[in-house]
């Protein structure tokens, strides 16, 4: 049997040490930032110029999504975050870059292409007349590639950051090939893992391997799929052991420790060195909503390291930081050192 480690395994003082010497570190943040917008309305009136239902919104907010999400967790753990990032030159990119300032992210190296739209994803909940609600989910993306310029730009952001920063983080979420971590950005972020003093992590939903050897943190569809142990459907729950094989075969590739998000379940942590641990989470409590929990665990893991944390101690930290945000509705969501602390003292009372 896998052993565990249980979050109730770190002791208070220890996680108050680790939170504590978060804000000296400097993380750098590059992939693919967008806009996510949240909304409720309900279905009112037909329109006079097409006949068609009016979705009247009577609520909406925006905060920052993809890789923006990353650096927010980051800095709302108190992290000082550089972004890195390409959007368009327009209203999106501008709301997106405002929430960015406000959380004290450093947005100089964000470039602006005229030619490019910032990306957005918006999730509007409507009631319909007869008062059944439905989600109504709009996607806003660019159909065509950073261009040299832009791409030449983050390429040097990445080898300052590699000198200037403690950490980089590279968050590749764009599935359709046309997002800032091309071939050129991937290869600058692995040459920065190369140095094996500098810590630098990588998430991607399409090809986590591409970014080796990088530290790389998934979940375990994503796991699975990459290291083809077997081929699991998105939402298929897979057995411990079948996911310790991949997680053994991830570390072995990239020399470092892998990171397996389980879900509800917990992570799964393989050392450099081989051997798996278990590191269960909390059930929930009440509704919950998924959305962004992997960026704040990976947010937590990654400035649990920085501060000398062991795998196992950055996963219970990452577990607790992600449990405080699936509770947070209606927004991509982040955790603050003062909730992870409360989680961890209902956790272990």
């Not at 959380?103 to 100089?108: E, G, L, N």
């Not at 989910?137 to 310029?149: F, G, S």
């Not at 998934?218 to 081929?231: I, M, S």
Request: aromatic residues 4%; charged residues 25%.
């Amino acid at each position: 049997m896998i052993p565990r480690y249980d979050v109730r395994d770190l002791p208070r003082e220890r996680l108050e040490e680790l939170l504590s010497a978060m804000p000296s570190l400097r993380v750098a943040v590059v992939g693919d930032y967008s806009l996510d917008r949240y909304g409720a309305g309900e279905v009112s009136g037909v329109s006079r110029e097409t006949g068609d239902r009016v979705n009247r919104l009577w609520w909406h907010a925006f905060n920052p999504g993809g890789a923006g999400n990353v650096a927010w967790n980051v800095a709302d753990l108190g992290g000082q975050v550089r972004a890195i990032c390409v959007i368009g030159d327009d209203e999106f990119g501008r709301i997106l870059t405002n929430h960015l300032k406000r959380s004290a992210a450093d947005t100089k190296r964000i470039v602006r292409d005229p030619g490019r739209i910032t990306g957005s994803y918006e999730k509007l909940q409507v009631a319909d007349q007869d008062g059944a609600k439905r989600e109504v989910r709009l996607d806003v993306d660019n159909r065509n590639p950073i261009t040299e310029e832009s791409e030449f730009a983050v390429v040097n952001a990445v080898k300052v950051a590699m000198i200037e920063c403690d950490a980089i983080i590279a968050a590749d979420y764009n599935e359709e090939a046309m997002g800032i971590l091309t071939a050129r950005v991937t290869r600058a972020v692995c040459a920065a893992a190369e140095r094996k003093d500098k810590l630098v992590a990588a998430i991607s939903r399409t090809r986590p391997m591409n970014f080796a050897p990088a530290m790389l943190v998934v979940n375990e569809y994503e796991a699975c799929h990459a290291t083809g142990v077997c081929e699991p459907a998105i939402f298929d729950e897979v057995d411990e052991d079948t996911v310790a094989r991949a997680g053994a075969l991830i570390a072995e590739r990239t020399g470092r420790p892998s990171f397996v998000t389980l879900g509800r379940r917990g992570m799964l942590v393989t050392g450099s060195a081989g051997g798996a641990t278990v590191v269960p989470t909390r059930p929930p409590r009440g509704e919950t909503d998924i959305t962004g929990a992997g960026d704040s665990a990976l947010a937590g893991i990654v400035l649990c390291l920085g501060a000398g944390a062991s795998p196992a101690e950055a996963a219970a930290v990452g577990n607790l930081a992600a449990y405080v945000t699936i509770h947070k509705l209606n927004t991509t969501g982040t955790a603050t050192p003062e909730e992870i602390l409360r989680e961890h003292a209902a956790t272990v009372r």
